[in-house]
């Protein structure tokens, strides 16, 4: 089985010669959330003055077969303060991961991905994203942290030996 990337491309180096299809199959990793590189840390801050530091470790984005792709994500949320009071060692909250599946669409440059319905995946949305050049993928994700939403875009690159 050949395993396809589905977090965003990065620049890998010389471009590869072969054919758009064929560039999104395999192994991929993110290696930047906008343009920051990962692991990435972003703290988010309510209205009601509750701070989550959430933490971005790693991303990993296979594009199978029958045009399934499967993609994990690990990552930290800790609640830092509640309503301005701070809470001790934030930094120990352990690593969760979350896996989502589903099928992909390639049109063009356009990468469409859909997750399997699911408990875990409920609120999911299709996702847009980009085959920038060959070995390297954009996907735009939103996640929540209580009532702040943020907007980010991955960028993921092809990692043969990752899997």
């Known amino acids: 089985m050949r395993l396809v990337p589905l977090l965003v491309v990065v620049l890998l180096g010389p471009a590869w010669s072969i054919a758009p299809q064929a560039q999104t199959m395999g192994a991929y ?3 930047r959330i ?6 990435m ?8 003055g ?3 530091l959430v933490e971005f470790d790693r991303l990993v984005l296979s594009l199978r077969s029958g045009s399934r792709f499967r993609a994990e ?5 800790t609640l830092t303060s509640t309503g301005g009071s701070t809470r001790g060692n934030a930094r120990t909250a352990p690593v969760q991961s979350m896996t989502v599946t589903g099928t992909f669409a390639v049109t063009g440059s356009a990468i469409r991905f859909t997750p399997d319905p699911s408990a875990d995946t409920q609120g999911l949305q299709m996702l847009d994203g980009t085959v920038e050049s060959s070995g390297r993928i954009a ?13 980010r875009t991955l960028r993921l690159i092809h990692a043969p030996n990752i899997l």
Request: glycine letters at 2%.
């Open 73 to 77: 994500v690990r990552f930290r949320r």
């Open 50 to 52: 509750t701070t989550y």
């Open 41 to 48: 840390t972003d703290r988010v801050t309510d209205a009601q």
């Open 139 to 151: 996907v735009p994700f939103d996640y929540r942290n209580g009532a702040i939403a943020r907007r």
């Open 29 to 31: 990793r993110a290696d």
């Open 34 to 39: 906008d343009q920051s590189p990962l692991p």
